[in-house]
C-alpha cells in the first residue's frame, strides 16, 4: 500500500528514531515525528494524515487517548496506539472509543506493516465475506479454483492459487497474495474449513500457508519461507506438515 501518510506522536526520542526507520523502510510517507499534543493538531490540519502512530504517554495537556479523541471526532483520522507490556491492561479497560488496534513494544517490522495495513483496509468501512464455488446441482457453475470476496455489493474473485497466507488478526483474518491483501470479519479457523485441507495448512497459532508456494523450509530454525514471508512452524504443526511433503535426501 504505497503513498500512506503517517504521523508518529510519541515522547521517546530513541524509539522515536526507531519508528523512523521502520516507516521509511516500509515506503510509507512520513509527515512527521512529534512529541506533545500540542503540534499533532497544526501538523493534522497541514499535512492530513491517513494514519497517525500514537504513543499512550506524551507531552502536552493531552495524553495519548484524550488526543485520539478529539483527532477522531474533528479529523477522522485513524489511530493505531503504541504501549509496553506494562500499560496494555491499563489501556484495554480505559479503552472506549473506536480505534485501529494497538501494538505493543517492541514491535517487528512485519508486525508494524501489517497493522498499518489492516488499519488502512477497515477504514474503508467496507464488510468483507468470503463465498465459495460449491455443487448446487444442475442451478450453477461449480468453482473449486477461486473463492468471491465481498466487499461492499461487489464479489470479487481471488484464485485459490494466488492466495499466499492467511493471519489472525483477534476478531479478524487477513487473506494474503502477493498483490494484495483482504481484511476479513471471522475466525482463522472459519476461513480454514472453507479452503482446500490438502492444499492449505495451519502453521502455527496465527498462520495458515499455502502448501504449494513454499520455497523451503529451515528445519534447524522451524522456519517456512514463502516468497519473501517467513513463518515460524510452531511444534504441534510441525509432524502433522512434515508427514504432507514428499522429501529427499
Given at each position: 500500500?504505497p503513498?500512506?501518510?503517517?504521523l ?7 524509539f ?6 521502520l ?17 499533532v ?9 491517513d ?11 493531552l495524553d ?5 479523541k ?47 495495513e489492516?488499519a488502512m ?24 479454483d477461486?473463492?468471491f ?8 474473485r481471488?484464485e ?28 482463522l479457523?472459519?476461513v ?8 492449505f ?22 522456519q517456512?519461507k514463502?516468497n519473501e514471508?517467513?513463518f ?6 510441525k509432524?502433522?506438515?512434515l ?5 529427499l535426501?
Amino acid at each position: 500500500m504505497p503513498n500512506i501518510k503517517i504521523l508518529v506522536v510519541v515522547e521517546d526520542p530513541i524509539f522515536a528514531s526507531e519508528l523512523n526507520t521502520l516507516v521509511k523502510e516500509l515506503d510509507y510517507d512520513l509527515i512527521g515525528i512529534v512529541d506533545n499534543s500540542d503540534e499533532v493538531q497544526k501538523i493534522v490540519e497541514t499535512n492530513n494524515p491517513d494514519l497517525i502512530l500514537m504513543d499512550l504517554k506524551i507531552n502536552g495537556d493531552l495524553d495519548g487517548i484524550e488526543l485520539a479523541k478529539m483527532i477522531k471526532i474533528k479529523y477522522g483520522v485513524g489511530v493505531i496506539f503504541m504501549t509496553s507490556p506494562e500499560e496494555q491492561k491499563h489501556f484495554e479497560q480505559e479503552m472506549e472509543m473506536e480505534h485501529f488496534g494497538y501494538l505493543v513494544k517492541p514491535f517487528s517490522k512485519l508486525t508494524l506493516q501489517n497493522k498499518i495495513e489492516l488499519a488502512m483496509i477497515n477504514m474503508t468501512h467496507s464488510e468483507y465475506s468470503v463465498s465459495k464455488g460449491v455443487d448446487n446441482g444442475n442451478e450453477g457453475m461449480i468453482l473449486e479454483d477461486c473463492v468471491f470476496i465481498k466487499r461492499n455489493n461487489i464479489l470479487e474473485r481471488v484464485e485459490i492459487n494466488d492466495i499466499e497466507f492467511i493471519q489472525s488478526e483477534g476478531n479478524y483474518c487477513v487473506i494474503s497474495t502477493e498483490k494484495k491483501k483482504y481484511a476479513l470479519k471471522m475466525s482463522l479457523i472459519k476461513v480454514r474449513k472453507m479452503l482446500d485441507s490438502h492444499r492449505f495448512v495451519r502453521v502455527n497459532k496465527r498462520h495458515i500457508i499455502n502448501m504449494s508456494l513454499i520455497s523451503s523450509i529451515d528445519l534447524s530454525t522451524s522456519q517456512i519461507k514463502i516468497n519473501e514471508d517467513n513463518f515460524s512452524i510452531g511444534r504441534t504443526y510441525k509432524e502433522g506438515l512434515l508427514k504432507r511433503l514428499k522429501t529427499l535426501s
